[in-house]
């Protein structure tokens, strides 16, 4: 069975930090390049970070560029996002994502975790 399970989330204050996981399962998650989106409350989902399937290369929204690192360990099936500096902005449902290397199509998604960032 096919599945990308998120943790890591929670409420924090801002300028705090929070680190999310996302553990893959039921395929081979290195021919895969991952990403974290996010959906606030009455927005869109928006692209947050992306890794390539050797870890090799990131991107980051501008708006998390410097405070957000997208990590990944294939041994382990893993990839994490560190989120440093919280704002209340930053307030949202993440979610990881795979996309086939060869393909582009995003073929997996996750259920996401809740990211609150409040006072």
């Known amino acids: 069975q096919v599945q990308l399970v998120e943790s890591g989330g929670g409420l924090v204050q801002p300028g705090g930090s929070l680190r999310l996981s996302c553990a893959a399962s039921g395929f081979t998650s290195s021919r895969y390049a991952m990403s974290w989106y996010r959906q606030a409350p009455g927005k869109g989902r928006e692209l947050v970070a992306a890794?390539?399937?050797?870890?090799?290369?990131?991107s980051y929204a501008d708006s998390v560029s410097g405070r957000f690192t997208i990590s990944r360990d294939n041994a382990k099936n893993t990839v994490d996002l560190q989120l440093n500096s919280l704002k209340p902005e930053d307030t949202a449902v993440y979610s990881c994502?795979?996309?086939?290397?060869?393909?582009?199509?995003?073929?997996?998604w996750g259920q996401g975790t809740q990211v609150t960032v409040s006072s």
């Open positions: 890794i390539t399937s050797a870890g090799g290369s990131t």
């Open positions: 994502a795979a996309r086939h290397m060869l393909t582009g199509n995003y073929e997996y």
